[in-house]
């Protein structure tokens, strides 16, 4: 299909989603529908997890670890305490497994004595009391006794894997061989935390059944049902997980909330009554999962016109102390490591490996940020050597239609990298901002006479620059895992005359609430209002799957709209000559409820061998290229990134508006990823782990981020949609890194580009560290 661009603020581009006159939003050029929850939120009425009341339920806290490995010999509470009123809950406590089921069945919800304590915050006992002052002078009358045991740090010193790919096509050997230019580099990124506006939250409420009710701010119901299941020997009524409203996930409310839900959970069932558990933030940034940190070595070979010929790519990726979704973040870094460009000759490997610090798991990107970064930023130094600009290097590499990815994939359809590496080209005036920084630049030096990668000094302080980054993110999960998943999304019409949509995807900032009616809505001919959109509640919905990976509006939406059709059909089968929007009160009010579950099915034509990890690795990509621009102080090395153009393809826009916001907000966490955002580590322990130590970009640190939005649907998708959450994080962080090397000559290899690596880079006598990180042979 043709590629299409939306420019903000318009309707130029044709609506395949037609809304209501009536449901237009006031002022606003687009037509749109508001979003459901935002008055709720604006004035203050919606109610969080910690603004619910249970009466008479306790506060529950966790013990935790101080040592990054050891062996628990015992818990000893004080004697001197009166331990009867309180509740204490150990390993010894738990009714079933003492697993937190996901992948792997390798993290425990308590240490158990006689265990191993694997990394420093570890949970190892609860306690749960009538007040939080109770608990605060009791949490230091809890004795562990421990045995140290010697800590990893290193991931490549560990001999512990968690995952390990291998994808390769071609002849590497003869692509090197055939090379005008063998260019090598070593990229580094390190932790990054979600931190969501709202932190961790859970109150569990005990049934006269043995079950629990879980309230609580997550991303994925389903995986705390399983969980529930799991560990407190529940069956599927006894565990019931009811999502209240979230205050932002970006991945961190994917898989920790099991535990927290298991937690909570288990002292309830021990106190017999509600417990509520809100973590403090400096435990949510202590114990928490964070962005997997990696290393990605590149050996790229090129001819001399810069056309890519071979690429040789090792990730190494430090997954901590327990396996969560390591396994799945590698191998989307792995799949994406080679960037958006053809290459005949490739070889991918990565693994992923145990360390003696707290685990990682799932942020925003998941695990292509990092790899995206590294590949950009090593194809920006060629283009360097090579004395190619960055955007003649990318049109000739960059994936066209018909083009065969490492895993064998032919991308038949749905390819926009051209176009959106020419948006970004033309509304950045990027060559001629190129022309004019290098003027800039050369007239710093005095026409040659100071050496590149110099730290300058004197009146001309401020230097500008200009970067520019392409990337491509696989919609959905990879492979087979929506078949694995199978999920189910319903559209039911009630007897009594309303139209729901029913599905697990929860409302976390980005707009389910919103983007699930109106698609609905569109698809049964009705107003927006009319659809109302039902509680993530397990006893209610079924399991649609979690609520990441770019799918929910993709996949899941997909399947609304499929229920939303049957439906139709139905209706108006049985009421001939009679559009379903007329017919419908009539005939609920005639035959009862009419209630469409539509299961996924797989997208047609899509086969991949998850053994061989040859084939359709994604049924379709979403592509994005982001230029921003970049002041660089010369005497501090402080960066400002002053503007970014955002260009995404994200297949059919649904909502215009939420769009570009989700285009801002992933493009203003990967500005900070870039530049700030880094996580100091002192013997497998956080040490900055509050909101005074962790830096994140301000409002006055934020840039004018300008977002272009591209339409290159996917004909799989009933509505063309291929996601937009987390495809503008993978870009605008390499821009940044080649923008502070357009100011001042020099190349940063590791993530953040902080003032101290910029000042070494600055004064380091190879000007930078392409040399020293990565040599170069003809």
């Not at 919800?109 to 109770?134: C, F, K, M, S």
């Not at 005359?497 to 029913?502: M, N, P, W």
């Not at 997909?558 to 049957?566: D, E, N, Q, S, V």
């Not at 400002?640 to 955002?646: F, M």
């Amino acid at each position: 299909m043709p590629t299409r661009t939306l420019t903000p603020g318009t309707e130029t581009v044709e609506r395949a989603l037609v809304i209501d006159p009536g449901q237009r939003v006031p002022g606003r050029a687009s037509g749109f529908p508001l979003r459901r929850e935002g008055p709720a939120k604006l004035t203050g009425a919606a109610k969080y997890t910690d603004d619910l009341v249970f009466p008479g339920a306790w506060y529950g806290i966790t013990i935790r670890s101080t040592e990054a490995r050891a062996k628990l010999l015992a818990i000893e509470p004080d004697p001197d305490v009166d331990w009867s009123k309180v509740v204490l809950a150990t390993a010894a406590d738990i009714p079933g497994d003492n697993v937190v089921s996901l992948i792997k069945d390798d993290q425990p919800l308590l240490v158990p004595v006689g265990g191993e304590i694997r990394h420093h915050a570890e949970p190892v006992a609860l306690l749960a009391a009538p007040d939080r002052e109770t608990l605060r002078q009791l949490k230091g009358r809890i004795k562990l006794v421990t045995e140290a045991l010697p800590p990893v740090f290193d991931p490549e010193e560990s001999d512990h894997v968690f995952a390990q790919y291998e994808v390769s096509q071609g002849d590497v050997a003869a692509g090197f061989a055939a090379a005008d230019l063998v260019l090598e580099g070593e990229y580094r990124v390190g932790h990054q935390e979600q931190l969501y506006i709202e932190n961790q939250a859970m109150i569990a409420v005990p049934g006269e059944d043995g079950g629990i009710v879980i309230h609580g701010s997550m991303q994925c119901p389903y995986y705390i049902h399983k969980a529930l299941k799991r560990a407190l020997r529940l069956s599927s009524v006894q565990a019931r997980v009811i999502q209240e409203e979230t205050g932002g996930g970006f991945g961190g409310k994917e898989e920790y909330p099991s535990m927290l839900a298991l937690h909570a959970s288990l002292l309830a069932l021990k106190a017999r009554r509600p417990v509520r558990m809100i973590y403090e933030r400096h435990e949510d940034i202590a114990a928490t999962t964070k962005r997997h940190p990696a290393i990605v070595r590149h050996r790229t070979g090129v001819t001399k016109d810069g056309r890519l010929v071979a690429q040789d790519i090792e990730v190494v990726m430090d997954g901590g102390a327990y396996c969560t979704l390591t396994p799945v973040v590698l191998s989307r870094g792995v799949l994406h490591a080679g960037g958006p460009y053809r290459c005949p000759n490739v070889r991918l490997r990565g693994r992923a490996t145990r360390t003696n610090t707290p685990p990682n798991g799932a942020f925003r990107g998941f695990g292509a940020p990092q790899t995206e970064f590294a590949a950009e930023t090593q194809l920006n130094r060629i283009a360097e050597r090579l004395a190619i600009s960055p955007a003649d290097i990318r049109r000739r590499n960059v994936y066209r239609l018909n083009d065969t990815t490492p895993t064998g994939q032919v991308l038949r359809e749905s390819v926009a990298a051209e176009e959106v590496l020419e948006q970004a080209l033309g509304a950045s005036l990027y060559e001629r901002v190129r022309e004019r920084t290098a003027r800039d630049a050369a007239q710093r030096r005095g026409s040659g006479t100071i050496p590149a990668g110099t730290l300058r000094t004197g009146d001309d302080r401020t230097a500008t620059g200009i970067g520019l980054a392409l990337a491509w993110h696989g919609a959905g999960f990879t492979g087979s895992g929506e078949v694995h998943l199978a999920s189910v999304a319903s559209v039911e019409l009630t007897a009594d005359g309303r139209l729901r949509v029913l599905t697990a995807n929860t409302e976390m900032g980005q707009g389910t609430k919103t983007v699930f009616p109106q698609m609905v809505a569109a698809e049964l001919g009705v107003r927006v209002d009319l659809v109302e959109y039902a509680a993530q509640d397990t006893a209610e919905v079924l399991d649609s799957g979690p609520t990441v990976a770019s799918r929910t509006v993709m996949v899941v939406g997909g399947l609304t709209i499929l229920a939303a059709r049957k439906l139709k059909a139905e209706v108006e089968a049985r009421n001939p000559g009679v559009p379903f929007q007329e017919a419908y009160r009539d005939d609920a009010q005639a035959h009862g409820a009419t209630r469409i579950d539509q299961q996924f099915e797989p997208y047609p034509g899509v086969v991949f061998d998850d053994e061989t990890y040859l084939g359709d690795a994604y049924p379709a990509y979403g592509w994005a290229a982001a230029v921003a621009t970049v002041e660089v102080d010369l005497d501090t090395a402080e960066v400002q990134v002053r503007d970014v153009i955002a260009v995404d393809d994200v297949g059919k826009v649904i909502h215009p508006i939420l769009c570009e916001g989700q285009v801002e907000g992933g493009t203003l966490q990967a500005v900070g990823y870039a530049t700030i955002e880094e996580i100091k580590l002192q013997e497998g322990r956080y040490l900055n782990d509050r909101l005074a130590t962790y830096l994140i970009p301000t409002a006055l640190d934020a840039p004018h981020i300008r977002s272009i939005l591209v339409e290159a649907p996917y004909s799989g998708a009933p509505h063309g949609a291929k996601g937009v959450g987390e495809l503008p994080m993978d870009v605008a962080a390499p821009a940044v890194v080649a923008a502070i090397h357009d100011a001042t000559g020099v190349w940063i290899h590791e993530l953040p580009a902080t003032p101290e690596k910029i000042l070494a880079a600055l004064r380091a006598p190879d000007g930078g560290g392409a040399r020293r990180k990565g040599a170069a042979a003809a």
